[in-house]
């Protein structure tokens, strides 16, 4: 097994099968030494395990529900890059991240929604996982995911 996915393990973790597209374009993209993905929804066995707007109180996505959305969109991006290069040990450096979360108006916590990603990412890769980031909220996202997120990576080989 890789380094990297045998952190994951450790950590209580697998790396999924790369979640099927939702429309026209492809789960990631290489371009020299960076792998970029497309935007990751929150799919477990592609279903959506949480749906509908982050915020505080009954009929939201709850931001620890979204936190681990985050998660989620992390180790698809990471089945995204594996697809890709084969290996995720061939990553060098988690570059950016950008997290997009449906939410309600009175809800500004998206940087904490987007640490699920960035705190896991941090957890698996150590320094290298350190990333510059931008959290954002947005009216809605598609098939009503509570959270989306894409990635860029640095890769070697």
């Given at each position: 097994?890789?380094?990297?996915?045998?952190?994951?393990?450790?950590?209580?973790?697998?790396?999924?099968?790369?979640?099927?597209?939702?429309?026209?374009?492809?789960?990631?993209?290489?371009?020299?030494?960076?792998?970029?993905?497309?935007?990751?929804?929150?799919?477990?066995?592609?279903?959506?395990?949480?749906?509908?707007?982050?915020?505080?109180?009954?009929?939201?996505?709850?931001?620890?529900?979204?936190?681990?959305?985050?998660?989620?969109?992390?180790?698809?991006?990471?089945?995204a890059v594996r697809g890709l290069v084969g290996s995720l040990d061939k990553i060098t450096q988690v570059v950016?991240?950008?997290?997009?979360?449906?939410?309600?108006?009175?809800?500004?916590?998206?940087?904490?929604?987007?640490?699920?990603?960035?705190?896991?990412?941090?957890?698996?890769?150590?320094?290298?996982?350190?990333?510059?980031?931008?959290?954002?909220?947005?009216?809605?996202?598609?098939?009503?995911?509570?959270?989306?997120?894409?990635?860029?990576?640095?890769?070697?080989?």
């Open positions: 097994m890789a380094v990297i996915e045998e952190r994951l393990a450790e950590l209580g973790y697998t790396v999924p099968e790369v979640a099927a597209p939702v429309a026209a374009y492809v789960p990631a993209v290489r371009d020299g030494d960076y792998v970029y993905t497309s935007g990751q929804l929150p799919f477990v066995d592609g279903e959506l395990p949480f749906t509908g707007k982050v915020g505080e109180g009954e009929g939201f996505v709850s931001p620890a529900d979204a936190e681990e959305a985050a998660r989620l969109c992390a180790l698809n991006g990471l089945a950016k991240v950008t997290a997009f979360v449906a939410s309600d108006p009175s809800f500004t916590a998206q940087p904490a929604v987007a640490n699920g990603a960035s705190v896991f990412l941090g957890r698996v890769f150590g320094d290298s996982g350190i990333h510059v980031r931008s959290a954002v909220g947005v009216a809605v996202l598609p098939l009503d995911a509570p959270v989306e997120i894409e990635f860029a990576f640095k890769v070697s080989g």
